[in-house]
C-alpha cells in the first residue's frame, strides 16, 4: 500500500499493472470470471500465474507446483 519493496513484494510491476493508485485498484470491480478464477486457486492452494511465473516459483521453492497426473503415484522399488 506504502509503494515500497519488501521480501514478498516488488512493488513496480504490481503498479504498473494496476495502472493507477492500488487503493483504487483494490476497491475497483471485478469481473465474476475473475472472481471464479481467484476462487478456484483459493480452493487448490495452487499459485495463479503464467508458465515463467510458476516455473520460477518451483525453481525457488524446489517442489511441483503444476497439477500433476490424478491419480495413486507409483511406489519405487
Sequence with gaps: MNGKDDILVKTKPLLEIANKPWEMF?????????????RKHERTGRPLGGDSFIESLERLLDRDLK????????KDK
Design 67 to 74: 497439477p500433476q497426473k490424478p491419480g495413486p503415484k507409483k
Design 26 to 38: 483494490l476497491v475497483s470491480d471485478t469481473q465474476e470470471q475473475e472472481i471464479a478464477l481467484l
